[in-house]
T-cell receptor, first 112, second 112 residues
Framework: NAGVTQTPKFRVLKTGQSMTLLCAQDMNHEYMYWYRQDPGMGLRLIHYSVGEGTTAKGEVPDGYNVSRLKKQNFLLGLESAAPSQTSVYFC???????????FGQGTRLTVV | RKEVEQDPGPFNVPEGATVAFNCTYSNSASQSFFWYRQDCRKEPKLLMSVYSSGNEDGRFTAQLNRASQYISLLIRDSKLSDSATYLCVVNFRGGSQGNLIFGKGTKLSVKP
């Protein structure tokens, strides 16, 4: 049972570099989310999608872009990484807006 | 007022103790409520959904008070393996918050 899979699990970037985090789910869920988690801040929503081809901004979208070209995949891009983007990133999915979300294992990103 | 508020703890309890966590939420239109558990350096995982009538799963009991916009989680006969951070989660209708709003979590440490 794969559920939600994130790649990569760890990454170190230099300031100004770009990268894409991939999230894949095999549960046929409509909703997908990207969160970041920082000490003392809890989980904060970056962007989310309510279906294939749709995206919307969350609480902290600046510096990130997303795409949902296929229902099962949700990509998070950092165009020009900054040290403030050092964080743990979690992808999640849910079948509807009212049901529980299932999380990937997280990506630990360090920007130096 | 923050959307979802929890006592951050930490709660340090001996094995066998009963411990209760509380959570308040600000959006009276919220329809879905959950408790998640997050182990250190791991992803959040659903512990249980919270229903209006209250629900129990083994040693865990969740209660919802819509009038007071208050959710609780009771853990009886605490085990060492219960040590984790417990996240209160509420769905949110509208705004830029997406669908699920997470509290910052309450840390529980169960000692021998």
């Amino acid at each position: 049972n794969a559920g939600v899979t994130q790649t990569p699990k760890f990454r170190v970037l230099k300031t100004g570099q770009s990268m894409t985090l991939l999230c894949a789910q095999d549960m046929n869920h409509e909703y997908m989310y990207w969160y970041r988690q920082d000490p003392g801040m809890g989980l904060r929503l970056i962007h989310y999608s309510v279906g294939e081809g749709t995206t919307a901004k969350g609480e902290v979208p600046d510096g990130y872009n997303v795409s949902r070209l296929k229902k099962q995949n949700f990509l998070l891009g950092l165009e020009s990484a900054a040290p403030s983007q050092t964080s743990v990133y979690f992808c999640a999915s849910s079948s509807t807006r009212d049901t529980e979300a299932f999380f990937g294992q997280g990506t630990r990103l360090t920007v130096v | 007022r923050k959307e979802v508020e929890q006592d951050p703890g930490p709660f340090n309890v001996p094995e066998g103790a009963t411990v209760a966590f509380n959570c308040t939420y600000s959006n009276s239109a919220s329809q879905s409520f959950f408790w998640y558990r997050q182990d250190c350096r791991k992803e959040p995982k659903l512990l249980m959904s919270v229903y209006s009538s209250g629900n129990e799963d083994g040693r865990f009991t969740a209660q919802l008070n819509r009038a007071s916009q208050y959710i609780s989680l009771l853990i009886r006969d605490s085990k060492l393996s219960d040590s984790a951070t417990y996240l209160c989660v509420v769905n949110f209708r509208g705004g830029s918050q997406g669908n699920l709003i997470f509290g910052k979590g309450t840390k529980l440490s169960v000692k021998p």
